[in-house]
């Protein structure tokens, strides 16, 4: 699933950098545990100033897109696709768009269109900031 995910972004964003991180080192449970907390809080609360973790900051650029799916499958089927802007300069997480995966989370055609949608989404976002910042300066 790792390699569709990153296939897929290489697809959707063709010039951007790929990072991959470590987190599924030591303790790969309470990593992600952890970092789900984090980022399901951050999209109940928008409006909230959350810190991102160091394991997921990338020096080297200013803006990060994460991409984080939970799940489970067998007799029933469940899961989450987080999608999570990371401003490494100011080393905090921007926003994050959550969706539901009904089904099998290894359904690759249904993380395809979630990923896809997501991409969508930021890249409005982004535009709507520029253009209020914009009008605030006029």
């Known amino acids: 699933m790792k390699n569709f995910v990153i296939e897929t972004l290489k697809l959707e964003l063709p010039k951007s950098e790929y990072y991959e991180l470590n987190l599924m080192s030591k ?10 907390i984090i980022l399901s809080k951050k999209h109940k609360n928008p409006e909230w100033i959350v810190a991102a973790p160091n394991e997921i900051l990338i020096s080297e650029s200013k803006y ?5 799916i939970t799940g489970s499958y067998g007799d029933s089927y469940r ?3 987080f999608c999570s802007v ?11 768009e959550r969706y539901t995966l009904n ?5 690759k055609n249904k ?7 997501a991409i969508a989404e930021i890249v409005y976002k982004q535009q709507y900031k520029l253009r209020l910042k914009l009008q605030l300066k006029t």
């Open 103 to 107: 089904g099998s989370p290894l359904n």
């Open 111 to 117: 993380i395809q269109k979630r990923i896809k949608k």
């Open 79 to 81: 899961g989450v696709l």
């Open 27 to 36: 303790d790969y449970s309470t990593v992600n545990k952890a970092l789900e």
């Open 64 to 68: 990060t897109l994460l991409i984080s």
């Open 86 to 96: 990371i401003n490494n300069k100011d080393k905090i997480i921007e926003y994050v």
